[in-house]
């Protein structure tokens, strides 16, 4: 089995840390986000398997109710999911309505909205909490989900957000806290919703971008209570708040319609904006490293941009240009992965892998196609030298974190894939349509 040496992998992870500015926490062994513990897509402590199979290094395979596709997170010895699950009768089938809704699953039922814990060793359900029983406004796209948006965790409090049907906070042992309601989302084309939830400190932080009244918000993570709230156009969006610290002072960077913004994490306060990301359907989160934050579209335009957090020399007006930018090749769904100092990107949702130097663009080697995969929805994630591509088929591609990547495995199982994969200790999660995985080589036998 092809392993990264010690030494490798302890440069690898220093370098991530040095990366984000962030100290190492608690946190940093397990998956607490949709990110990760960087919000980059890397887990500097783990270290996953190369190779499974439906019978091959798979610890338990668990059955989900419902549907979803949130990412599972990790702290301790859990796992926090979130699912959709119809019951009653079958109702008329049921459109948003919404102005140029197409490609709809149509809502043909009410829905329990469950937040779910389970062990990492066996994968038994915990306790399972219904926060909400609802009909559904909308279904979203054929492709989406009821309960895209995924949960977030700083080991004393867990937010799990179904959008129009509330936002909750829980402890650990599924209490619930608090519940928001912000109201009805109306997204462009009826296409469902998908923005998580980002805690930073004390503060939990929801992007409500649609096609009505938008903003930026900010809520106590332990009550609910509103901190702030920063205005955004009506355009509708899909991307995951990020925090990125610049000379110590944190801001809030989120993607949206024609650009990239950036707040003030303290009181909303919008410090800079970037032009140059599509007019619609923003959907892949930024990630930030190296004083820089790295955003994209594809939509109507293909772009990837590097922008500095701090200005440059010249700004004014709260303008921020970017330090490099690309035209090709940029992500649709799926979003960046920032490894080392390689910046991972799939160009739209094809199986096409794109690697390129985080602080100048410059590719190395360039786009290199991932034979097997088919429509890819998860964002790309890495640990241990290795970096992982899952695809709606239910394949995944292992590929060497190197200047010349070479693809090391391609994995298989009987399931579809849109959730990003989490990885922690020795484990790797992948949420499919029906079922929880857990992806992880046997335990050595005791002599």
Known sequence: MVRTGPSAALAVCCLLTAASGEPETDGHRFWPAWRGPLGTGAAPHADPPLEWSETRNLRWKAALPGGGHSTPVVWGDRIFITAAVPYGEPLRPKFSGLPGSHDERPVTHRHR???????????????????????????????????????????????????????????????????????????????????????AGGTLIINWDHEGESFLAAFDKGTGALRWKSPRAPASSWTTPVVAHAGGHPQVVVSGSGGVRGYDLADGRR???????????????????????????????????AIPLQPSEGETGGSRRAAWSLTRGAPYVPSFLLYGDALYFVRHFQNILSRVDARTG??????????????????????????????????????????????????????????????????????????????????????
């Open 113 to 199: 909205f469950v937040v779910l814990a389970l062990g990492r060793d066996t994968g038994q359900v915990l306790w399972q909490r219904v926060v909400r029983e609802a009909l559904p406004r909308a279904g979203g796209h054929y492709t989406a989900s009821l309960a895209s948006a995924s949960a977030v965790t700083d080991g004393e409090h867990l937010v799990a957000s179904f959008g129009s049907h509330g936002i909750y906070g829980l402890d650990l042992d599924g209490e619930l806290l608090w519940e928001l309601d912000l109201g009805p989302m109306e997204p462009l084309h009826g296409h469902g919703e998908g923005s998580s939830p980002a805690l």
């Open 271 to 305: 410090i800079w904006e970037c032009p140059g990301l599509s007019v619609e359907n923003v959907v892949a989160t930024p990630v930030a490293g190296f004083g820089l934050v790295f955003a994209g579209s594809s939509y109507d335009r293909q772009a990837v941009l």
């Open 362 to 447: 410059r590719e190395r080697p360039g786009p290199m196609r991932l034979k097997g995969l088919d429509r890819v929805f998860a964002s790309p994630v890495a640990a241990a030298g290795r970096v992982y591509v899952t695809s709606r088929n239910g394949v995944t591609a292992v590929v060497s974190h190197s200047d010349s990547p070479a693809l090391l495995a391609t994995n298989r199982l009987d399931d579809s894939f849109s959730a990003s994969a989490a990885l922690a200790g020795g484990e790797l999660y992948l949420r499919g349509r029906h079922h929880l995985y857990c992806i992880a080589e046997p335990a050595p036998t005791a002599r």
